[in-house]
DNA sequence: TGTCTAAGTGTATAATGGACACATGAAGGA
DNA sequence: TCCTTCATGTGTCCATTATACACTTAGACA
């Protein structure tokens, strides 16, 4: 911000912002990919996102990026980390801004939007080979995602309105990949006092039914 | 990144780093700021920084920069967060990819730039006005600070090759406003095992002489 | 030799984290 | 009706970690 010339004449790097739209499913942790429809790497699997239009914040950007891919907007978005290597795109210079999105797996639908051939959920676990830099966007956004999972609420993102708390349990499992004891994850989880309990479990399960509980507030707040 | 499009049909916006230089003086946390030389905010208060060159990445973006105001390079250097509001610049569109660097007060010396009237430290307690919206980026910037002292050896770019505890303890208490108590703090710091004695401290002090300690590794890892 | 000043050191108590096993409630079939 | 099945739901003990707290020591200087 400091030179003596006009912004205009500098040469510029186009500017993306790319999406990982975490879920889980399966007992899996998925991201959301999408298959290319033009080179370079065209037919590979590559993160949603696209160019920066002039007028947008970025998170706006990140935003419109994931509706025009899952029709949902409002998702917990957080931006990751910007990756600017000169060469992380063979066409030109392209700095992409990723963002980490959350989401309930019940809660939206695949859209399919005209620019891409088809958008789908993979394993964290089993992903295919990707376009640019991607597999290393991933790598980055799950450590974040596990270093957050330890000291925030943000597992609510990936959670319906109302759960039980053995399934709040299972997707602490399934991203951190470790066995926890259930009375003391019961006793950290509601000492926080961020959830509450509801009605119970109704609909045919042949044992004892789980109470539901919900978060109180659905903002990620900073538990310890 | 799934657009049917040639990127260079978009227009692009100017795309710039900008780097926050703390360091630790007369018992204040300062960070450097540079005295801009044009419009817009003229003669007002800012970052350092400037546009990215095409043919380098972000991280050798922000060291040139940072060199190019202190002489120094290879300084601990961390991306923090990128802004991006459209109007975050009123000449055209800038998107600011920023850094957090630290370093000793002792090692090096500022060093005036062409392009940029006058670079001093400002105590982040008391910043005048500043152009953009640098007060927000410092702001953030000293949120990642504080949160890391807490579970890295982060201080390790504040300090010098070798330092007494006590002037370790100082540090923290000056960039976490808290008194520590010795003991404890010392018990802490030794039993991470990151940190080695060496020779005792010579130069005419008229009380007893504090042992100097160093960091066995210039690596920034987490200690919990 | 006494004074001044910061360095250096240990223990007791409170809080937190982790390991661990059995009774309960609803469904469904005999 | 009662017996089986299966996930739910609950408490205590122990280990580790964090916190509060005060006096002696080493060197400089007069």
Do not use: C
Request: glycine share 6%.
């Amino acid at each position: 911000m400091k030179d003596k010339y006009d912004a205009t004449k500098y040469e510029r790097p186009s500017v993306t912002v790319d999406v990982l739209l975490f879920t889980v499913e399966d007992n899996e942790l998925k991201v959301l990919l999408v298959k290319r429809d033009e080179a370079p790497f065209e037919d590979s699997w590559a993160l949603p996102g696209g160019f920066v239009k002039m007028n947008e914040s970025l998170d706006e950007a990140a935003d419109r990026e994931l509706s025009e891919e899952t029709g949902v907007r409002n998702l917990y978005l957080e931006q990751l980390y910007t990756f600017g290597n000169p060469n992380r795109d063979p066409r030109t210079r392209v700095i992409t801004i990723t963002y980490m999105a959350l989401t309930a797996k019940s809660e939206w639908k695949l859209k399919s939007s005209g620019d891409v051939k088809e958008a789908k959920f993979f394993s964290v676990g089993k992903l295919p080979k990707l376009a640019f830099d991607h597999t290393e966007i991933i790598k980055y956004g799950l450590q974040r995602l596990r270093n957050k999972l330890g000291y925030t609420n943000i597992v609510l993102g990936l959670l319906p309105g109302s759960f039980t708390l053995t399934e709040l349990q299972r997707v602490y499992e399934i991203i951190l990949k470790t066995k926890i004891d259930k009375r003391n994850f019961r006793k950290k989880i509601l000492s926080t006092g961020l959830i509450v309990a509801s009605g119970k479990k109704l609909e045919g399960i042949a044992h004892r039914p789980a109470m539901l509980y919900s978060f109180k507030n659905k903002k990620v707040v900073i538990t310890d």
